[in-house]
């Protein structure tokens, strides 16, 4: 690395220098002489700077050389700031030449033309809009339409008062005028609308969004809820009570049942039991092998017997035998076997149709029995189904069963039509009139009667109600049996291969619910392998047959109340086989409408599996439990759970109810009630496949998008399918499971949400094409107008300029980041001055150590704040001192103070009286309490200025003698007493009037002096004589004054007039 | 208003730290909010963030002043303090010097200090180290520099001057039109 740098340092690369501060005499050689020895110098230009009048400012060149940058740092070195011929030279790398860039990038340019930009869908959009309009403008005859940049806010050219808004709206502007008329408000939308919030994706919000689950941001509105949308949302109203009731019949069978959905829900769970025994039978308990072999014996017999036509009859010899055996047998294997005889009796109407068949085959043409052959498969198979498909939904299995049934009993009533059967059953035998009147498909209950009444007949022999449920099974099936079977023709041979497919995905589901039995197991492998072959018709026949077998083997396990060992079951299997590959070779015929009839069944079951795949897992699962249970060897255990299922499957009787039967046997009352019951179940057992079948479809509307995962938990059930569960004995997992389909619900809503949403943007489509109010009216014709012009101008567009950010929240944001960056470069800055180390030290001191001076304010209440007062010792001790002081005066003040306060007001108080009365001088009152002193004090004064006023006239006015003599005379002797008074009282009263009146006593001297005063105390004649007296004198005086003020006078005379002539 | 370039934010903090040092810091970086210094009108402001942002909807003309200003940005680049920043100064001095209750009056009225008028100084000041000068009574009366080292003015004469006046509190009344 080193290398290469030093590489590139020597390496001569082009610069421009720029050489500053030359001196004017320098030329481009000096320059290239100078600079040549660090580089070549390519080109040098000298340029000399001038001002205005031409001096020169200064000199300077660019300089073109091919230097190193070693070298250039030498020649910065040595030049830079060096003085040459008195100038300092500046040596600095200069900017490219202006044509040398230029030249450089036009070559660029043509080197690599601009790159073709990859125009966004909008962008051609826009382009598009731009075009059509220069076409419409060029149309016009607009040339050089050139499009000014337009914001929102810019008029509308050719209208006033428009303005362009964002997105190109047109909005008027409004002129308000105020109310008072003063004003005028103008209001510019265009400024109000441009607030465009761009959301940011921080965290925060994407936080609120994400977190936030689905539920939470939908809602339901208040609104009636239709009975299927309850539904829908899993909410069904009767569910609790039809559970009871279900309960209820799992006690008494068919007693309590109040709807045909909990029959179906039977059936179906006949499907499960029966799957259930068989897996009991693969658990392999160990009771009684005796009666295993006594099975193996029937089976054998049944085997032998089945090669041919002649099978049946033999099978149904072997059950007789059985029978007898069973009736041999001790009194506690009675049960058993009388469960078994039920079986037995099952296996009997199986044979006995397939006696019914040979006998119509004997009789009637091969055709009908085909027919009828392929009834007995299709029964098989559908039981088979049922059986497999215990996980299937009990609708579904309900439907199978229902025809199997049916076809089963189709064939009974055909095969009591066939006279043949009387030989076959013994017990049989003894009705044949009765069966033939329920052959009657119209009479339900007729025939249901004489169902009854046979069932007797058959207990005489057992004594049991499982034949009496057989019986029921036989009438029910034989209502329908016609239907059925023309149902199955006509949808076998349309629906063949959906009903494959569906087979596939029912057996799948049978294996996954029932992995656990042996004989499913085989069966369902048996069953894939139809389903895979189409034209293996031979294995399906078989498999049908095997579910036969297996159904009777389980069935007769049940009844024994063995748990059965696993030899006995190979024992089974071997038999089953074989029975099956006689049923092959007999029915080979027979086989292509036999596959397509179980195809129908099946697909019935198959569909409705998929519809109720939760159910079926959760059948499944208790089922599976069952069979677990089953395994552990206690038999008790295995009897209690075995019992109510064996009472579903096979005859819907009570396991205790049977047992009651058991123990009193030709009760009659019971069959009464279960028969009741079971007319009433058949009645509503059809009005409601009609709303199952609605039901189911509605089912399978929702499931389209979850075929993929049939787990329990992904469904939600019907209430049956919970009932059924239920109705197994294992109701822990049964809560379970329902409660997790409890919690599943909502994802039924989904799709329903979504079709509100969709019926939502339906509605705004349509809100779309309507009219907007503003465009409505004459005024909206013109804003439409205006908008067409404007609208589509893709000026208006509206930017990203016209984005507003979060404006606060960016804003703190970047000053935040702002002020961190500010601190960190100060910081850097404090650094560079103090030193690293010295600011870093005081980090930790920071936090404590700091407080803000500014913001301390002084408090005088709190203690921390003494330290901010001065303190001034001395002035505080000085002002304490004399605060203490006057305190103490204050103290003692008041004490004493509180007597002599009191003494001194009382004083003043009556001397206010007497004194402060005259200080009001002008009021009446106390002027008339004044006495005749203050009065006369008045007087005096008044006359005293009377007095002054006519002595000041007198001497002003040159009144004669005689006036004033008369005016004496007026005035009499007083004249002289008044002056005396008034220089008296002028002296005394007039400053101090209101205080000597203070000091007058009653009785005063002065008060009596004074009174005399104003009275004469000469004589008239001693006044004349004193006036007699006087006269001389004044008048002598009076003349000399009168004479000298004539010659004043005289002389200002003279004085005045003696100026006047000179003037 | 505009935070100071680098240039500007070297000059203030060297000046300030002849008074404090390296407790700059402690002004920039406050554990009670965010602070920075402000340049308004070739004056440094120091200001909380809160303070800064409101004031910066205030126009330039009419924005007086906000925070605390620090000092003066002159003309020709110098950096002048102002007695406001004493505030600031005086809780962080390194150096300090005491004036005897005699000689404060004449401080206050722009007079060095003398020898005579020192009531006390920190240890270890150097000469032309920048101080906060304080009554004896430890408030703060303004700063200065140190004319003589503290060793110098064990022995200076009596009337030699110890501390250069630069800021007083006096000035509050007597700059008053020009504080800011």
Not at chain 1, 874 to 898: F, L, M, Q, Y
Request: glycine fraction near 6%; aromatic fraction near 6%; charge should be negative.
């Amino acid at each position: 690395m080193p290398d290469e740098t030093k590489v590139q340092l020597a390496q001569p690369v082009r610069k421009r220098l720029f050489i500053g501060g030359l001196h004017q005499d320098v030329t481009a050689d000096d320059l290239q002489q100078r600079f040549g020895r660090f580089g070549s110098v390519t080109s040098v230009d000298v340029r000399t700077k001038r001002d205005s009048q031409g001096q020169i400012v200064n000199v300077f060149a660019h300089m073109d050389i091919n230097i190193s940058e070693t070298n250039f740092k030498k020649c910065s070195s040595i030049y830079n700031d060096t003085k040459w011929k008195g100038h300092t030279m500046k040596v600095q790398v200069a900017k490219e030449d202006f044509l040398t860039k230029l030249a450089n990038e036009r070559k660029e340019a043509k080197e690599n033309p601009e790159p073709i930009r990859t125009k966004t869908r909008k962008q051609t959009e826009q382009d598009a809009a731009k075009e059509r309009l220069e076409e419409n403008m060029t149309k016009a005859g607009v040339e050089d339409f050139l499009m000014k940049k337009a914001v929102p806010g810019t008029p509308i050219p050719g209208e006033t008062n428009w303005i362009v808004g964002k997105f190109g709206r047109v909005l008027p502007i409004m002129h308000m005028q105020r109310k008072d008329k003063r004003s005028q408000m103008t209001h510019d939308p265009s400024k109000y609308v441009h607030y465009v919030r761009k959301f940011k994706d921080d965290a925060k919000t994407d936080q609120l969004i994400t977190d936030r689950p689905v539920e939470d941001l939908t809602w339901q509105l208040p609104e009636e809820v239709s009975d299927i949308d309850r539904k829908r949302m899993g909410v069904f109203p009767e569910y609790a009570h039809k559970k009871k009731i279900k309960r209820e019949n799992q006690g008494i069978l068919f007693k309590n049942e109040s709807s045909q959905k909990k029959q179906v829900l039977l059936w179906s769970q006949d499907g499960n039991q029966s799957s259930r025994e068989k897996s009991k039978s693969s658990d392999g308990d160990f009771e009684i092998v005796r009666r295993n072999g006594n099975i193996d014996g029937r089976r054998t017999d049944l085997v032998q017997l089945k090669p041919y036509r002649a099978q049946i009859e033999a099978n149904v010899k072997s059950n007789q035998s059985t029978q007898v055996e069973s009736n041999q047998q001790g009194h506690r294997d009675v049960q058993d076997l009388l469960e078994q005889y039920n079986l037995d009796s099952d296996e009997d109407s199986c044979g006995s149709a397939d006696t019914d068949e040979i006998c119509n085959f004997a009789k009637k043409s091969s055709e009908p029995e085909i027919k009828e052959r392929e009834i007995l498969t299709n029964w098989a198979e559908d039981y088979y189904s049922k059986e497999k498909t215990a996980a299937m939904s009990g609708d579904t299995s309900e439907f199978d069963g229902f025809r199997k049934e049916e076809s089963v009993t189709g064939r009974r009533t055909q095969s009591l039509n066939s006279s043949g059967v009387a030989e076959k059953n013994g017990r049989i035998e003894s009705k044949p009139d009765d069966k033939t009147n329920s052959v009657l498909p119209s009479n339900d209950r007729e025939a249901n009667v004489p169902a009854r009444g046979r069932i007797p007949v058959q207990i005489a022999d057992d004594s049991d109600d499982t034949d009496s449920d057989g019986s029921e099974r036989e009438f029910e099936e034989g209502v329908r049996v016609e239907e059925n079977d023309e149902d199955i023709d006509e949808n076998g041979d349309e629906t063949d291969d959906e009903e494959y497919e569906s087979n596939n995905d029912a057996d799948v589901n049978e294996e996954h619910s029932d992995g656990d039995d042996e004989d499913d197991e085989e069966d369902d492998d048996d069953d894939e392998e139809d389903d895979d072959d189409e034209n293996s018709e031979e294995d399906e026949i078989e498999n049908s047959e095997a579910e036969d077998n297996l159904k009777e083997t389980t069935t007769h396990s049940h009844v024994q109340y063995n748990a059965k060992d696993t030899r006995n079951l190979e024992d089974k299997f071997v038999s089953h086989q074989e029975k099956e590959h006689t049923v092959n070779s007999r029915t080979e015929t027979t086989v292509e409408e036999n596959v397509k009839k179980e195809n129908n069944s099946d697909s019935y079951s198959s569909s409705e599996d998929e519809g109720d795949a939760s159910d079926n897992d959760e059948q499944s699962s208790s089922s599976s439990s069952a069979s677990d249970s089953d395994s552990s060897n206690s038999s008790d255990a295995s009897d209690g759970k075995g019992t109510p299922r064996r009472t579903l499957s096979v005859d819907n009787v009570d396991s205790e109810a049977r047992k009651t039967a058991l123990a009193s046997p030709g009760d009659q009352t019971k069959h009464r009630q279960s028969n009741q019951i079971r007319l009433e179940s058949v009645k509503k057992r059809q009005a409601s496949i009609l709303t199952q079948k609605a039901a189911i479809q509605e089912a399978l509307k929702s499931l389209d998008s979850k075929k993929g995962t049939l787990s329990a938990r992904t469904h939600v059930r019907f209430d049956s399918d919970d009932e059924s569960s239920e109705a197994d004995g294992t109701p822990k997992n049964k809560t379970a499971t329902s409660k997790m389909n409890v919690l599943k619900r909502p994802g039924l809503f989904d799709s329903d949400e979504e079709e509100t949403m969709d019926l939502g943007a339906e509605a705004n489509d349509e809100d779309r094409f309507k009219i907007k109010p503003h465009f409505q009216g004459k005024a909206g014709e013109k804003l439409l107008k205006l908008q067409d012009r404007i609208g589509t101008d893709s000026r208006f567009k509206l930017g990203e300029t016209f984005m507003e950010d979060d404006s606060e929240d960016d804003d703190v944001g970047d000053e935040d980041h702002d002020l961190k960056a500010e601190k960190q470069k100060s910081l850097s800055v404090l650094e560079s001055i103090v030193g690293r180390y010295a600011v870093h030290s005081l980090e930790n001191k920071t936090t404590t150590n700091f407080r803000d001076p500014s913001r301390v304010r002084y408090d005088p209440t709190s203690k921390d704040h003494t330290q901010f007062e001065i303190a001034d010792a001395s002035v505080s001790t000085g002002t304490s001192t004399k605060k203490k002081d006057k305190s103490r005066v204050d103290a003692s003040i008041p004490e004493v103070s509180k007597d002599i306060f009191y003494d001194v007001k009382d004083l003043e108080f009556s001397q206010d009286k007497d004194e402060n009365k005259p200080f009001r001088f002008f009021a009446e009152e106390e002027l008339e309490s004044e006495d005749e002193d203050v009065e006369g004090l008045s007087t005096l004064q008044k006359d005293i200025q009377a007095s002054t006023a006519l002595g000041k006239r007198q001497l002003t006015l040159d009144s004669s003698d005689s006036e004033s003599e008369t005016e004496e005379a007026k005035h009499d002797g007083k004249d002289d007493m008044d002056v005396t008074d008034t220089s008296d009282t002028t002296g005394n009263n007039q400053p101090t009037s209101a205080y000597r009146a203070f000091f007058f006593q009653p009785d005063d001297i002065r008060l009596k002096t004074g009174a005399e005063q104003f009275c004469r105390k000469l004589s008239l004649e001693g006044m004349n004589q004193w006036f007699e007296e006087q006269k001389a004198g004044l008048q002598g005086e009076y003349k000399k004054r009168h004479q000298r003020a004539l010659r004043d006078s005289k002389k200002a005379a003279q004085l005045s007039s003696g100026r006047k002539p000179r003037r | 208003m505009r935070p100071l370039t680098e240039d500007e934010t070297k000059l203030v903090f060297e000046k300030l730290s002849k008074y404090i040092g390296e407790n700059i810091r402690l002004l920039i970086d406050r554990p009670d909010g965010a602070y920075c210094f402000r340049l308004h009108r070739e004056r440094i402001y120091y200001v909380s963030q809160d303070i800064m942002k409101r004031a910066a909807s205030v126009s330039r003309k009419q924005l007086v002043s906000m925070g605390t200003c620090f000092g003066k940005l002159t003309k020709s680049m110098k950096f002048h303090l102002n007695i406001t920043a004493l505030d600031f100064l005086a809780p962080y001095a390194k150096y300090k010097v005491w004036v005897k209750p005699g000689s404060e009056q004449s401080f206050l009225y722009g007079n060095h200090i003398l020898k005579s008028g020192l009531g006390r100084i920190t240890e270890n000041a150097g000469r032309y180290q920048g101080v906060v000068i304080y009554s004896m009574s430890d408030i703060p009366l303004g700063f200065g520099v140190a004319a003589k080292s503290t060793q110098e003015c064990r022995h200076a004469d009596p009337m030699t001057i110890v501390v250069f006046h630069q800021v007083d509190i006096g000035q509050y009344l007597r700059n008053e039109d020009t504080l800011l």
